[in-house]
């Protein structure tokens, strides 16, 4: 027969009381929690509110707290801290809310209700006899935050550093307060690295959401007190030239525009912005991770990048896998997301991580505005010496390079990737924030000046954009001989770069020279060898001197960008193309052929091992036209003076070009006639490649060997005829003609 199983002594401890127990601490504590507000329907309430006041809240609270470490078994409500903590927090109350009472008031019934009640009368009274009222509010103020640390679990050292960030800088220099920013700086890198090890398990996405007009990515360095639209008047260095620089006689000529008035950011529109949704971000983060262990690949989405209009996928890839096999399934990724684009970017790995990235469109897209980026180049004003507003990263981090460090730029992509929008805010990025002083232009655009001719007019400009391709060459030859006249100045001055000559004559002497050229592709094909070697010399010494290259082109082949202009030219601006090989002509490596136009590049320069992805500043044509139209306005247009030195260069030497021996002939005629009676062959794309001259130069020696006889007339599609077998039979009739 089964032993009957003996009933649990009902003790203190047993289940049952503590049920109880819980119930009727529970009750208490509702009754504590409602009294200051049903003190009129029973004169329970009453009496409790009376004692308690509207501290009753606080000791409702702790009631509740006990009962539930009775009628739970969770070990939450356990906690003895978060007990004592509750106690001093509803304690201080009582004596708070009686501290501010008139001593009338502390024999008024209703003023102790809705005070700290008798209970708080009683406190505030002891302490105030003996501590006074001061040392009693310190007291009180003193336990509550010891309160708030046991309730919240927060350390008392993390609430004096707390008090301390918010100590002003110029505060704790004066009141001796130790900096603690490098202190922060590193919990919040810390952090991050916690972050990207992808600690959270499949499927849970750590989403770092770049904002779009976050301002925060750069830390000024110039006070931010200081009101960005505020006008900015630049005015020269007093002129202060030391005996010891042995400065040539014929000191530079001083600053012009010493008080020119930089454009304001009012000018420009301000961008809109699309409010993002992390919901579709987790479910394509999933879809990535469920496609590759589709084909084998254990991988999980650590992080999302969202970016002004890419998001890249950051994938933790387990130990052993090759990273070609996941490269090799950008197609599939593609079709498995439906990508608005026909394939996607992978990134393996994201530099300075040990991720893959995977780059996909981003279904709401917000594009980069120039207001923007101006905003955070004015904060750090002074921090550029050529800025060059390029975008914002696939963080939303904002990139501004500086040309003076680069030192020259090449702008490559397809027609309508943005190549001419992106110029035109690298122009607009300096016209906000250089005077004419600092900067001066040269622009070529061989398109008849379509891109650029709104630029005319400003007193930033050396010469009127040329549009003739035949006045380029003379042009680059004037920038030549006017970098090495520069060098021979800071020689004299025993300088070695542009920034220490005006430093040692005291002002601005020598401002930087931007020879932009929108499209380089039509000026090789037209004047060949004669253009390419210039820019060759101008990339590979003109640094040091301020004058620097700003390269655009719609062809990127190894004909128009050759090896040494490669070589020389760090600075790349890789927009969308058509094929890899493309891309390896500008970039020496795949990955623009899978963009998205619309802006969206790659950037690289010597000072990084492998491309960023960058959105491209959108400047409108209202924009641009909005700050060169306030330019003009500081400067007349018939007050702009141009370099008349390059304008005689420019005229002077297309002259040149024509005159030679022969009575006006080209000086290459004679070899040019030599290689027609040689070959029996005239045509002037025959010519250019055996000279190795531009086509306009070659067409032009050809039309004076059908003035001298040597040849026959154009017959359509058919080469022309030669007329002479020798050199001497043309001389020979030349003579006869003359004795005739």
Not at 17 to 39: A, D, H
Not at 65 to 83: H, N, P
Not at 672 to 677: K, Q
Not at 679 to 692: E, H, I, M, N, V
Request: charged share 25%; hydrophobic share 40%; with cysteine.
């Amino acid at each position: 027969m089964p032993r009957k199983k003996k009933k649990e002594p009902l003790t203190i401890k047993s289940g049952e009381t503590k049920i109880v127990l819980g119930l009727i601490l529970f009750l208490t504590g509702l009754i504590v929690l409602l009294s200051p507000f049903l003190l009129e329907q029973s004169p329970l309430f009453d009496q409790v509110a009376l004692l308690l006041g509207y501290a009753a809240i606080a000791w409702g609270i702790l009631f509740l707290y006990i009962s539930f470490s009775f009628l739970t078994k969770s070990k939450k409500f356990v906690s003895l801290k978060q007990g004592i903590g509750l106690f001093l927090l509803a304690l201080c109350l009582n004596i708070l809310l009686s501290f501010w009472l008139r001593e009338e008031q502390l024999g008024d019934r209703d003023a102790l209700k809705a005070a700290g009640g008798e209970l708080g009368k009683l406190f505030h009274l002891s302490l105030n006899n003996w501590f006074g009222s001061f040392i009693e509010l310190i007291l009180v103020l003193i336990l509550l935050i010891i309160s708030f640390s046991l309730i919240t679990g927060t350390t008392l050292e993390q609430i004096r550093d707390f008090v301390e960030s918010s100590v002003p800088e110029k505060e704790k220099r004066e009141s001796g307060f130790f900096d603690v920013k490098s202190f922060f700086k590193k919990i919040k890198s810390d952090d991050d690295i916690k972050i990207e090890t992808g600690e959270s398990d499949i499927g849970k996405v750590e989403i770092m959401k770049g904002e779009i007009s976050d301002e925060s990515d750069q830390i000024p360095n110039k006070g931010e007190d200081e009101e960005e639209d505020e006008v900015q008047i630049h005015t020269p260095v007093t002129p202060v030239v030391h005996s010891d620089d042995n400065v040539e006689e014929g000191k530079p000529e001083g600053p012009k525009y010493t008080d020119w008035v930089l454009p304001s950011i009012e000018l420009l529109q301000e961008g809109k912005t699309q409010k993002q949704d992390e919901k579709l971000y987790r479910s394509k983060a999933l879809v990535i991770q469920q496609t590759l262990r589709s084909f084998g690949i254990q991988a999980k989405v650590v992080q999302v990048s969202v970016g002004p209009t890419v998001l890249r996928f950051s994938l933790s890839v387990s130990v052993g896998v090759k990273v070609s096999r996941i490269k090799n399934l950008s197609n599939d990724l593609a079709l498995a997301l439906a990508s608005q684009t026909s394939s996607v970017r992978i990134e393996a790995p994201i530099p300075g991580t040990s991720f893959v990235g995977v780059e996909i469109p981003n279904p709401t897209p917000n594009f980069v505005y120039i207001r923007d980026m101006i905003g955070k180049l004015k904060k750090d004003n002074g921090k550029y010496e050529l800025p060059l507003i390029l975008g914002k990263d696939i963080t939303a981090k904002t990139c501004i390079a500086d040309l003076a460090k680069i030192p020259h730029l090449l702008v490559a992509g397809a027609t309508g990737t943005g190549k001419s929008v992106a110029i035109n805010s690298l122009l607009t990025g300096i016209l906000m924030s250089k005077t004419p002083d600092e900067v001066k232009f040269i622009m070529i655009d061989p398109k008849m000046g379509v891109e650029m001719a709104i630029y005319n007019g400003i007193p930033h400009l050396l010469n009127p954009v040329i549009t003739d391709t035949e006045a380029v060459i003379n042009a680059l030859q004037w920038c030549i001989e006017e970098m090495m006249r520069r060098y021979r100045q800071l020689k004299q001055v025993k300088a070695k770069k542009l920034t220490e000559y005006n430093k040692r004559i005291g002002y601005l002497a020598m401002p930087y020279i931007i020879i932009v050229i929108d499209e380089m592709a039509d000026l090789i094909l037209t004047s060949g060898i004669d253009v390419e070697t210039k820019i060759q010399r101008l990339a590979q010494m003109g640094r040091a001197v301020g004058i620097h290259l700003i390269l655009a082109t719609q062809k990127p082949t190894v004909n128009v960008i050759t090896g040494l202009i490669k070589s020389n030219i760090p600075g790349r601006m890789a927009f969308a193309v058509a094929t890899n090989m493309d891309s390896r002509v500008i970039l020496d490596e795949s990955g623009a052929e899978t963009l998205l136009g619309n802006g969206d590049m790659l950037y690289k320069d010597q000072t990084m091992p492998k491309p960023i992805r960058i959105q491209g500043t959108f400047t409108t044509t209202e924009d641009s036209e909005a700050v060169i139209n306030t330019i003009k306005e500081q400067v007349k247009e018939e007050k702009v003076t141009y370099s008349e030195e390059l304008a005689d260069a420019i005229e002077k030497g297309g002259t040149e070009i024509t005159t030679g021996n022969g009575g006006g002939r080209d000086p290459e005629f004679e070899k040019a006639l030599a290689v027609v009676v040689s070959t029996q062959k005239a045509s002037a794309s025959f010519l250019q490649r055996k000279l190795r001259i531009g086509y306009n130069k070659a067409a032009r020696i050809i039309d004076e060997l059908h003035d001298a006889g040597a040849i026959g007339p154009q017959k359509g599609a058919k080469p022309r005829d030669v007329l002479v077998t020798s050199v001497e039979q043309l001389s020979q009739s030349q003579k006869d003609d003359v004795e005739g």
